[in-house]
């Protein structure tokens, strides 16, 4: 029986899962967060309601503790599960790292020098790892990463037509992210449809607050739409995704916008809360039914670049066996899958519009007519499994 711990840091929290392998079967989860503040917060979750605890956590360490009491006051046992390995999901592998890796104090430099490329994640998750490894000092860490999937791009699909020595001096290529999910997804769609994923030409969107959508050839990423960062490609919950860079340039010249100004409004004001004043599909659908444009216009404008990027990796690809959504608007919006693929029917792509409506919620669903060429499903996502497999496989290599 194996168990796996995966871990989600960031600066001032963590996020964490205890899954039995056979079965891949959560046991716990929880959320330590507010460290470093007066007040602390923590969530341990078994079975039933969860547990909650308010408590100063000053530091990482601190809140592994407060973790492994958790564990000790409410279960389950961390002696009768006692994980074998410690996953740790990490934003940023740069051009480094292509798979999960075991860490160890080389790689936790190699972590903390990609920091610059990641500013907001590489370092909480290297917080959470140095808890971690002293919490848990006797099992293998293995570092998996949002970029690693991606890392099977091909020049043309990762390069950026800028200028060659700038590129090269300060590493700016496509990384892409989402990866893990990615992976997953295209892994799951497979075996659903009973067939080899060596075989199959899948496109996956990945549409949650943060949206991608990835072309995998064979089990490979060959191009996904986030880049340098996760700004770019889709139109997102608050992120701009694609716009003329030239946009930021007039702002900052014309309008005085400061560096961080700048940063704030494409990340944080802009995609659906800037269009619309809010993220939440549910609210915006709601909205765009009752007759109002602003909420119709947001939607018209997130589908739009969908079609885009549908029309785009089925170019790429050379036409698609299966093309999956994922994540909160993918598993739960019926009329973002409809509008994303609409169009598309010369290229063999045909939902069918009650499977759509009806298709359930946590399974795997078809909603492709039976007459399409183009396999289309609804297939949810489960990150932590995905960092769970991959850490397991890591640690028994
Ligand atoms: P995620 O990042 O995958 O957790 O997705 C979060 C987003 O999914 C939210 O901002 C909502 O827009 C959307 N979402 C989640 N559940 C639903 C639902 N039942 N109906 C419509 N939208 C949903």
Known sequence: MSVVLVVNSGSSSFKYQLIEM??????????VERIGEAAGHAEHKTAGEPFEIERPIPNHTAGFRLMLDAFANHGPSLTEHAPVAVGHRVVHGGARFFEATLIDDLVEINIDDLSFLAPLHNPGALQGIRAARRAFDAVPHVAVFDTAFHQTMPPEAYTYALERETAEKHRIRRYGFHGTSHKFVSEAAAAYLGRPNSELKQVVFHLGNGASVTAVDGGRSVDTSMGF???EGLVMGTRTGDIDPAVLIHLQRRAGLTTNELDDLVNKRSGLVGLAGANDMRDLTARAQAGEAEAQLAIDVYTHRLRAYAGAYLAQLGGADVISFTAGVGENVAHIRAAALRGLEFAGVEIDAERNENAKRGEITRISSD???????????????????????????
Not at 377 to 394: F, K, S
Request: hydrophobic share 50%.
């Open 229 to 231: 960062t996760p700004l």
């Open 22 to 31: 056979d079965g891949e079967r959560v046991l716990a989860s929880g959320l």
């Open 371 to 397: 007459a399409s060429r183009v396999a289309v499903l609804v297939v949810p996502t489960d990150e932590e499994v995905e960092i769970a497999r991959q850490t397991l496989a890591a640690a028994q290599e």
